[in-house]
């Protein structure tokens, strides 16, 4: 089992950053890829951004390239989201997974999950 936790959402205008983290126990961290989904009312958990297991490979959904970095640090169990200028449609509740597999999209592809961090970005 891995339990994951989530932390650093809140309130923010528009064009500030935010910096989200998630901590992980339980588990060996480093067998995982990780990712950051995120939700918001009415739609669908959609993909952020994913990272592989040594860190060699990101993805990030198109419309948020160049404005979100995914990062994590094995060594603290910590996988983090840079999120930079902020955009009110960024607003939503934004969830860390785990994965086996690096390469997944899909929610369903994932079987650990924090419980979540708000954000709200405002104009």
């Known amino acids: 089992q891995v339990q994951l936790a989530e932390s650093g959402g809140g309130l923010v205008q528009a064009g500030g950053s935010l910096r989200l983290s998630c901590d992980a126990s339980g588990r060996t961290f480093s067998s995982y890829a990780m990712a950051w989904f995120r939700q918001a009312p009415g739609k669908e958990r959609q993909l952020v951004a994913r990272?592989?297991?040594?860190?060699?490979?990101?993805y990030y959904a198109e419309s948020l390239k160049g404005r979100f970095t995914i990062s994590r640090d094995n060594a603290k169990n910590t996988v983090y989201l840079q999120m930079n200028s902020l955009k009110p449609e960024d607003t939503a509740v934004y969830y860390c997974a785990a994965s086996i597999f690096y390469n997944r999209d899909s929610t369903a592809s994932y079987d650990y999950w924090g419980q979540g961090t708000q954000v709200t970005v405002s104009s």
């Open positions: 990272i592989s297991r040594s860190a060699a490979n990101t």
